[in-house]
């Protein structure tokens, strides 16, 4: 869709929004340097977390405190070398880590142009859980499985399935033609950034065309549903938070 005469695909709407690269504007946030951030959910949108597109100048780094936050980062291009705690690692394209709240992490000596997308929220603790700990590793590392058993809808589960975790970060791969099989309304947000190929979104009462760079914000129950199009997969990596009571 031209953009001239003010046209966009993006829409903030009081239970979802989609916002597309067209629309970002960037700033700076605290704990990165020679970096730009876009902030593309928040609380001040309704979500209960944050999802932010962080690129990295030549020169760049990160630095984050420790606080009550905990960090979901995925390498979308580019690499560094990441730290939380005592674990250092190398990071590419593909990478992702965990720093658990409490946990300061740093990216050292990042190439000119990383791109990295962090899911950001409070952590909620659980009486008797074992916190979550630190993870460093990467998407070709995780086996994918068929979601409710079916091929052209694969899964690919992030984080480990544990009661001290309360979030998920996984990434949906679908084959042309591919889709949800049902309309999900749920009581767990999702962040989501389109990796690859393209599709139909339907969020609550609206069907929207999304490609690779999109980002979506789900709340609560919002109706939710996808279909692939074109002629290569279309994958998303999403968020969600998980494993603690309602009340
Ligand atoms: O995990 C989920 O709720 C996932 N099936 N939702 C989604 O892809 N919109
Ligand atoms: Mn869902």
Same mark, same amino acid.
């Given at each position: 869709?031209?953009?001239?005469?003010?046209?966009?695909?993006?829409?903030? %709407?009081?239970?979802?929004?989609?916002?597309?690269?067209?629309?970002?504007?960037?700033? *700076?946030?605290?704990?990165?340097?020679? %970096?730009?951030?876009?902030?593309?959910?928040?609380?001040?949108?309704?979500?209960?977390?944050?999802?932010?597109? +962080?690129?990295?100048?030549?020169?760049?780094?990160?630095?984050?405190?420790? =606080?009550?936050?905990?960090?979901?980062?995925?390498?979308?291009?580019?690499?560094?070398?990441?730290?939380?705690?005592?674990?250092?690692?190398?990071?590419?394209?593909?990478?992702?880590?965990?720093?658990?709240?409490?946990?300061?992490?740093?990216? *050292?000596?990042? /190439? =000119?142009? *990383?791109?990295?997308?962090?899911?950001? /929220?409070?952590?909620?603790?659980?009486?008797?859980?074992?916190?979550?700990?630190?993870?460093?590793?990467?998407?070709?590392?995780? /086996?994918?499985?068929?979601?409710?058993?079916?091929?052209?809808?694969?899964?690919?589960?992030?984080?480990?399935?544990?009661?001290?975790?309360?979030?998920?970060?996984? +990434?949906? %791969?679908?084959?042309?033609?591919?889709?949800?099989?049902?309309?999900?309304?749920? +009581?767990?947000?999702?962040?989501?950034?389109?990796?690859?190929?393209?599709?139909?979104?339907?969020?609550?009462?609206?069907?929207?065309?999304?490609?690779?760079?999109?980002?979506?914000?789900?709340?609560?129950?919002?109706?939710?549903?996808?279909?692939?199009?074109?002629?290569?997969?279309?994958?998303?990596?999403?968020? /969600?938070?998980?494993?603690? =009571? %309602?009340?």
């Amino acid at each position: 869709m031209s953009e001239l005469f003010g046209h966009t695909r993006a829409r903030v %709407a009081a239970r979802h929004a989609l916002i597309t690269p067209n629309n970002h504007v960037a700033s *700076t946030l605290p704990g990165f340097t020679d %970096a730009t951030a876009v902030v593309l959910i928040s609380p001040v949108m309704g979500a209960r977390f944050a999802q932010t597109l +962080i690129t990295f100048n030549k020169g760049g780094a990160a630095n984050v405190a420790a =606080s009550d936050v905990e960090t979901f980062g995925y390498f979308m291009s580019g690499g560094g070398t990441l730290g939380v705690g005592t674990h250092r690692q190398r990071c590419e394209a593909g990478g992702f880590f965990f720093a658990p709240a409490g946990q300061a992490w740093t990216l *050292t000596a990042p /190439k =000119s142009g *990383t791109q990295l997308t962090l899911f950001q /929220k409070k952590f909620q603790p659980l009486a008797g859980a074992p916190a979550p700990r630190v993870i460093i590793s990467e998407v070709a590392k995780v /086996k994918g499985t068929p979601f409710l058993g079916d091929p052209a809808a694969n899964l690919q589960m992030l984080l480990p399935d544990e009661p001290g975790y309360d979030l998920a970060v996984n +990434i949906f %791969a679908y084959q042309p033609g591919g889709h949800l099989p049902f309309v999900e309304s749920h +009581i767990m947000e999702h962040g989501l950034l389109m990796l690859e190929g393209a599709g139909v979104y339907r969020l609550e009462d609206e069907w929207y065309p999304v490609q690779a760079g999109d980002v979506i914000w789900m709340g609560s129950y919002c109706p939710q549903w996808f279909v692939a199009m074109g002629k290569t997969p279309a994958r998303y990596l999403y968020y /969600k938070d998980v494993n603690r =009571s %309602a009340l």
